[in-house]
């Protein structure tokens, strides 16, 4: 439901900037909203789960993401779908984490890729699915029912949900930090936000990058009372842990250059190549069917060339297959967009499933809770950043080209922007040992 959710919207963009009146390219605060959102509740989305019970979280979670899917169907206006995603994004920020809470604790170490390989069914499918049926909705219907989807998926979550997850909760999950969690929470909100309204027309771009900058500083005193504090609501010091620490900051810089993508991908194609949304959705489905491709490599990579090799080199790849993606023209064929897309989806879900998999790999059963809460929230925040700065280098290219309107060229220097942030991970990998990680691809005899 939040894969189909996430992708459906941005294929169907252009169509609901058209009835809201609004540019294209400054609905990216509805997307952002969104991610705004799990920047705010992601922190405290392990204490809950292990306060209130994963289950419990995880069907309240589900709930909320209904009930802000009907707001978004119903909203007059872009402020109020804005607000509507927000509602979408605490159901994201609670469900989506807790979820994989879920997983860890039930699986053992050594199962945990193949249990990720079996989840990523459905991750993966929901990109496949969602670019095809956004743009036949957005084309042939209207945007708004993309969203009653999400009420029978939703329903049925919660029902299965309640029948097969044991509601099981830790004994002791400590006192609540309320000072940090503020502080978390408005930092990142901040930061995003001042960076999606740069050049939207809805507050001047100096209050923006005014935002941006408190946000940035909130951030930073954050940091130091995460020091000074005896448990602080995002635990930096799991950073120490070489695996934990390459996963979570260097994954974050290949999550800010590859969030670029979902965002970019969709407006290249119908914006700067004139594509209908349902033919952009058959270009942008591709990317999924990559990752399902992915999928049976994975454990293999992984076990031959291990935790270091393959998102090291793997990086270097999908960097060059991100910034390939702007070189599309008008005249480009659909059949060689739709394999450079399926390429650059391989790449990119084999480093996604490498990282998300190797952060819990030195994590003891007890932490699970709060790494996956510091884990998901610096990928949810790189993802947005991701959107934020792929929006940034479409305004800077149209800037110096001396252009109002967006152009194929555009394009380019933002993919080009995206792939240089990619490899930008590939300093954080390098000082992992070469054994790093093994233990979730060998049981406790060295299988």
């Known amino acids: 439901m939040e894969a189909v959710d996430a992708n459906i919207i941005v294929t169907a963009l252009p169509a609901m900037a058209r009835n809201f009146g609004s ?24 204490w809950l789960a292990d306060r209130f019970s994963a289950l419990s979280v995880f069907q309240t979670a589900i709930g909320i993401f209904v009930v802000g ?19 979408q994004g605490i159901g994201g920020a ?29 991750w993966y499918a929901g990109p496949v699915i969602a670019p095809l049926l956004g743009g036949f909705i957005a084309t042939h219907l209207h945007w708004r029912l993309m969203f009653f989807i999400n009420v029978p998926i939703g329903l049925a979550g919660i029902y299965l949900s309640g029948r097969y997850i044991a509601n099981t909760k830790e004994p002791h999950p400590g006192p609540f930090d309320s000072a ?20 939207s027309q809805i507050v001047k771009d100096s209050t923006a990058w005014e935002m941006s900058l408190a946000g940035v500083i909130l951030l930073a005193l954050d940091v130091w009372y995460a020091k000074q504090a005896p448990k602080h609501v995002l635990d930096l010091r799991f950073l120490r842990i070489p695996t934990f620490r390459a996963s979570v900051l ?22 700067g190549l004139g594509m209908t949304a349902f033919h952009s959705g058959l270009v942008t489905c591709a990317s999924a069917f990559g990752s399902l491709f992915m999928r049976p490599f994975t454990s293999l990579a992984l076990r031959r060339l291990g935790f270091r090799s393959v998102p090291l080199y793997n990086a270097a790849i999908s960097a060059v297959a991100t910034a390939a993606l702007g070189i599309f023209t008008t005249g480009t064929p659909t059949s060689a967009l739709w394999i450079l897309v399926l390429v650059s989806g391989f790449f990119s879900a084999l480093q996604f499933t490498t990282l998300n998999t190797m952060i819990y790999a030195d994590i003891d059963s007890p932490d699970v809770g ?41 394009f380019l220097f933002a993919f ?27 049981d406790g005899t060295g299988h």
């Open 94 to 122: 609670l469900m989506v984490p807790v979820g994989r809470i879920i997983v860890v604790r039930a699986v053992p170490r050594h199962q945990f890729i193949r249990a990720m390989n079996y989840l990523s069914v459905t």
């Open 23 to 46: 540019d294209p390219v400054a609905l990216k605060i509805a997307v952002t909203s969104y991610v705004v959102s799990l920047g705010v509740f992601i922190p405290i989305c392990g």
């Open 250 to 271: 260097g994954g974050s810089l290949f999550r800010i250059g590859c969030g670029a993508v979902p965002f970019l991908l969709p407006l290249s194609l119908q914006v």
């Open 370 to 410: 709060a790494a996956t809460s510091l884990g998901s929230v610096v990928q949810q925040v790189s993802l947005g950043l991701g959107v934020a700065l792929g929006d940034i280098s479409l305004q800077v290219s149209r800037a110096i080209l001396g252009r109002t309107h967006l152009e194929p060229a555009d």
């Open 69 to 87: 899917s009907l707001i978004c169907a119903a909203s007059p206006s872009l402020h109020m779908f804005t607000f509507a995603r927000f509602v």
């Open 416 to 442: 080009l922007v995206a792939g240089l942030l990619s490899l930008g991970s590939i300093r954080m990998i390098r000082p992992l040992p070469r054994n790093a990680a093994d233990s979730m691809v060998r």
């Open 180 to 199: 940090g969690s503020l502080l978390s929470a408005s930092g990142a909100t901040f930061v995003l936000l001042g960076l999606s309204l740069v050049d």
